[in-house]
Structures are given as C-alpha cells and as structure tokens.
C-alpha cells in the first residue's frame, strides 16, 4: 500500500462516489485503496469472499450459477442500499464493484427462466441503488487479467478457464463501449501497474479530477507516462 509520499488529490465537489469496475483480476481493488488514500475517502469493497457458493460455482457453473448469482445480487443490493443511506453525502466513497457487474456476469452465466428471473429482480433492486458520479473501467486484456489471477493465486480461482475470462473481457467491453448512464474513464490497464508506477497512477488521479462529466475519456498511461 501507499507510503506517505503517495499522490494526493482534490476532486470537484460533484464527484462524490467514484467506482472501480473491470474484468477478475483487473486491479480493481487495488486501484481503490490507492484511490481512497489519495482522495482521504471512504472505501466500500465488494463481499465476494461471503458467497458461499463461489467456489461451488468454479467446479461446476451450470449447476451453482442461479444460487451464485442471487446471492451477489442480493448482498450488493443491500451493501449499496446502506451505503445511500449512510455515507454518500459525506465522504467521497470509493467502491471497487458497480452495481450494473452482476447483470453482465449474469448474461454469461445464466439463460432462459433463470436469467428472466434474475432480470426481473434486477430491475426492482436498480432503480434504489445510488448511481456513480464517475465510473472508471480498467480495460486489461485476457492475457493479462490471466496473469494477475495465477499470481494471486486464489484457491478457488486456480483452474480459470481462460475461455470464460475471454467471454467476460468481450462482454465487459461490449457494455462499457455502449455505456452511457455516468461519466465514464475507459483506462488502456494492459500494461501498466498502479503500485510499481507512481506516475501511472498520478496520470489517472490527473484524469478524474479533470474528468469530462458528460461523456466518456480514454486513458492511456503507458503513452502519458513518457
Ligand atoms: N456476479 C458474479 N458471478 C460469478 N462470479 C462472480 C461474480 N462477481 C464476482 N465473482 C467472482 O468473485 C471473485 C472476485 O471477483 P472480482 O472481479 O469482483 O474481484 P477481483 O478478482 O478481486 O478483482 P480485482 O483483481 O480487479 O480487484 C472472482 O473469482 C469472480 O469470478
């Protein structure tokens, strides 16, 4: 993490709630806890660890997809409700997962009655959730986001078919080309690395406080850092 000469930042004052979305093993978190330093925010990180049927949903995904989906809805759902009510208005918040992530894994990871109901019960817990100010996609690719899984190396995680980071990558980049809801930053991640390049991550910091909040800004760091 951060020493005490870390970047710091001053934001506008509408950009109070800032996400973090991006494929398994973008970098999210991580770009979130250097984030909430540099902003003296509060961070909000997603309870994937407390879904009991993710490491289920690994060894077999048709048969724990429909559990394993409800169960991230319903815990996202009432992590973002609470997080309206509480903190949005005080503290910048911080959070490493959007709402909108379940619905496109869900379109990976379920069909037919499973995925209308699912639909169904997105589009009553939407509408309640507050909406990002800005949200910033770390856009990897495959081969990457494949590296960053195997040195990690999450138990659950180890036999990641590289097809199913593959469909996830192309659909996360199909939804955020035809994004349109929030401001939004689409940063080149392939190859840079917020931790080891103090200036990658001053270029991003540079890019969110000048951040355009009616479209959406690519960012390239690796071409910015030189
Ligand atoms: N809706 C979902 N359906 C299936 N699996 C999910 C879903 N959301 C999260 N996961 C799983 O939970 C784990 C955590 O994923 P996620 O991408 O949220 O965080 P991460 O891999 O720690 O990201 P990063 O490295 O970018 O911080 C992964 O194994 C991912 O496949």
Known sequence: MPDRSSPSVSLPDDLGYLVIEGVIGAGKTTLAQLLTEAVDGRIVLEQFKENPFLER????????????ELTF?????????DLG???????????????????????QTLSGDELQLFE?????????????????????????????????????ERS???????????????????????????????????VEHEKDLEVLL????????DGTTYVDPVVERS
Do not use: C, G
């Not at 809805?73 to 409700?81: E, M, P, V, W």
């Not at 009510?85 to 379109?107: E, G, P, W």
């Not at 994004?179 to 940063?187: A, D, E, M, N, S």
């Not at 540079?206 to 909040?213: R, S, Y």
């Open 206 to 213: 540079h890019h969110i406080a000048n951040a355009d909040l």
């Open 160 to 194: 990641m078919d590289p097809a199913y980071i593959q469909s996830l990558h192309e659909a996360y980049d199909h939804y955020f080309r035809t994004y349109r809801k929030t401001p939004l930053l689409i940063v080149n991640a392939a190859e840079i690395d917020f």
């Open 85 to 107: 009510a509480r903190d949005l208005f005080h503290r910048i918040v911080v959070s490493d997962y959007a709402f909108d992530k379940n619905r496109i894994f869900a379109h």
């Open 57 to 68: 949903f690994y060894e077999n995904k048709d048969r724990w997809a429909f559990q394993t």
């Open 120 to 156: 169904t019960l997105y589009s009553i817990m939407e509408p309640n959730v507050p909406t990002p100010d800005l949200i910033v996609y770390l856009q990897s690719s495959p081969e990457r986001l494949m590296e960053n899984i195997r040195k990690r190396d999450r138990s659950y």
């Open 73 to 81: 809805l319903a815990s996202r759902f009432k992590q973002q409700k």
